[in-house]
T-cell receptor, first 112, second 116 residues
Framework: NAGVMQNPRHLVRRRGQEARLRCSPMKGHSHVYWYRQLPEEGLKFMVYLQKENIIDESGMPKERFSAEFPKEGPSILRIQQVVRGDSAAYFC??????????FGPGTRLTVL | AQSVTQLGSHVSVSEGALVLLRCNYSSSVPPYLFWYVQYPNQGLQLLLKYTSAATLVKGINGFEAEFKKSETSFHLTKPSAHMSDAAEYFCAVRSLSTGANSKLTFGKGITLSVRP
């Protein structure tokens, strides 16, 4: 059983471009979480999704950020018009109902 | 609201010495508590978790942690440090009351260095 997959592992964008981060949960997991890790800080919750539903987006910035988890395919975290402050490591975690979260290796976004 | 405090950002120990990484939490409802380890440029790996059963929890790689409700603490220990333990360690809390799949709240993390 493969673990949580994230791609790309490294992403470089120029200011104003769009960034798309993908997360494929572990097989059988229907819950996906996105966290952001800024330099020298811990992980901060962004959004919690189940298939086709956003359950909790209390950690998402109000503008430019969106997330989806379609019925088929990976979960996508989309950042429009990136700015330098978006540079961070973005981690996805997945879980089955009532169980712990398993983390992916992360996507490291660098905004030039 | 929940929060986690990990005092200090860096701990250095000699190989073979006791490892003690502190974690205090704040939660208005009974918590689940977790310790994760992160090696450079990798994701987080679960070391151990407290889920309201035994207060002394044993995890992987010889680590253990004790839940002390009176002190709101969940400190991580290992009797004898190995060089391979050098990594960043995160304590996290999750509330039971908001459902089994609620978000994790992390501390800022502690970097553990192990001296030969």
């Amino acid at each position: 059983n493969a673990g949580v997959m994230q791609n790309p592992r490294h992403l470089v964008r120029r200011r104003g471009q769009e960034a798309r981060l993908r997360c494929s949960p572990m097989k059988g997991h229907s819950h996906v979480y996105w966290y952001r890790q800024l330099p020298e800080e811990g992980l901060k919750f962004m959004v919690y999704l189940q298939k086709e539903n956003i359950i909790d987006e209390s950690g998402m910035p109000k503008e430019r950020f969106s997330a989806e988890f379609p019925k088929e395919g990976p979960s996508i975290l989309r950042i429009q018009q990136v700015v330098r402050g978006d540079s961070a490591a973005y981690f996805c975690a997945s879980s089955p109902p009532t169980e712990e979260q398993f983390f992916g290796p992360g996507t490291r976004l660098t905004v030039l | 609201a929940q929060s986690v405090t990990q005092l200090g950002s860096h701990v250095s120990v000699s190989e073979g010495a006791l490892v003690l990484l502190r974690c205090n939490y704040s939660s208005s409802v009974p918590p689940y508590l977790f310790w994760y380890v992160q090696y450079p440029n990798q994701g987080l790996q679960l070391l151990l978790k407290y889920t309201s059963a035994a207060t002394l929890v044993k995890g992987i790689n010889g680590f253990e942690a004790e839940f002390k409700k009176s002190e709101t603490s969940f400190h991580l220990t290992k009797p004898s440090a190995h060089m391979s333990d050098a990594a960043e360690y995160f304590c996290a809390v999750r509330s039971l009351s908001t459902g089994a799949n609620s978000k994790l709240t992390f501390g800022k993390g502690i970097t553990l260095s192990v001296r030969p």
